[in-house]
């Protein structure tokens, strides 16, 4: 499953090398227990209909959205990390926000992120990191103004309000024929793991296709490709591209959720699918979708999970509703 291309440039570097498997535990969430049972691939029978909406757009309908949630519990707060999103001619991905909430639910904005912040055309979904040291960082997908380009920022501070003024830098940068957006990341007690969504550009009228490519890297700025995770399997429902959108570390029994789409008419309506560790990388579980919004196109992407002490598990998740915005809902599973 290793190999094929990959965005092997400036502190990147291609690197053919085996590596210890997944540790048996994740640790990339300051937890305040460290018993809780790792969280379990989620049940569809209650994903959609036991959840609530956290957050809606402004304005309904396609193209509107609010979504691709990061989220991280820290001593007791929730910290939710989402882009705001206009259709098309009107702004695209506009700004990502930082808020925090006690409950999980009822969300205040903390930091506001335009995208003229990074010079962006647009932005996709960030990534929330609480490193083991304490302090906060954010990944974030940038467009490249005037192009089909996109490369990943990285803010850094002491604070998630200090944010605000962190000073930009671009530490997984693409070039002219691969796209890079979309990070998963994840700390294992020893190293930085990172799953993003790379896209070919050698085809201007199809850089929808998408893989997901996994690095590796000691201080997380600093990232050392590894090779393909994950493709799309030809002729089922995720052909056209796949996506990681969350990664549960636990050593032989690691697996993750992610996007999938069949055609390019089914981009910005993916919908969820399951994968598990296999030598090295990871493969498919099933040949259909295991989650999907009930309202056609039936788009339910970008979900996250945040294992709780005691071994409970919330959801977040972007979805599209029955006019066609998409909403960030979220769901709690009992332990």
Not at 80 to 88: D, E, K, S
Not at 175 to 193: L, Y
């Amino acid at each position: 499953m290793w190999g094929g291309a990959g965005p092997w440039r400036d502190g990147c570097c291609r690197e053919q090398a085996h590596w210890a498997p997944f540790p048996a535990r994740d640790r990339s969430r300051r937890m305040t227990s460290s018993a809780s049972p790792t969280p379990r691939p989620p049940t569809a029978d209650r994903f959609w209909a036991d959840a609530e909406v956290v957050l809606a757009p402004d304005d309904p309908g396609p193209g509107a959205w609010v979504g691709g949630p990061s989220a991280q519990l820290v001593d007791g707060t929730w910290w939710l990390a989402y882009r705001l999103r206009r259709p098309v001619g009107e702004g695209r991905g506009f700004a990502n926000v930082v808020a925090h909430s006690t409950d999980g639910v009822r969300f205040t904005p903390v930091v506001e992120l335009g995208k003229e912040v990074f010079g962006a055309e647009s932005l996709e979904r960030p990534a929330l990191v609480h490193t083991p040291e304490g302090r906060w960082r954010l990944y974030v997908s940038c467009a490249t103004p005037g192009t089909k380009h996109w490369r990943v920022d990285l803010l850094e501070a002491e604070s998630v309000p200090a944010l605000a003024t962190a000073i930009p830098r671009t530490v997984l940068p693409g070039d002219g024929s691969t796209a890079v957006k979309d990070p998963v990341i994840r700390h294992d007690g020893q190293q930085w793991h990172l799953w993003a969504s790379v896209h070919p550009l050698d085809d201007p009228d199809a850089t929808d296709r998408m893989t997901t490519e996994h690095a590796t890297s000691h201080d997380g700025v600093v990232w050392t490709w590894r090779g393909t995770a994950l493709t799309g399997t030809e002729g089922t429902w995720d052909a056209r591209g796949v996506r990681f959108a969350t990664v549960v570390l636990d050593g032989s029994r690691t697996w993750a959720l992610y996007d999938g789409r069949a055609t390019a008419a089914e981009n910005w309506e993916e919908r969820t699918g399951l994968a598990v560790a296999h030598e090295g990388g990871f493969t498919a579980v099933g040949r259909e979708p295991i989650l999907q919004s009930p309202h056609p196109p039936f788009g339910l992407r970008y979900a996250e999970v945040v294992e709780m002490p005691g071994g409970a598990a919330r959801w977040f998740y972007e979805a599209t509703r029955a006019d066609g915005a998409h909403e960030l809902r979220t769901v709690l599973y009992p332990a």
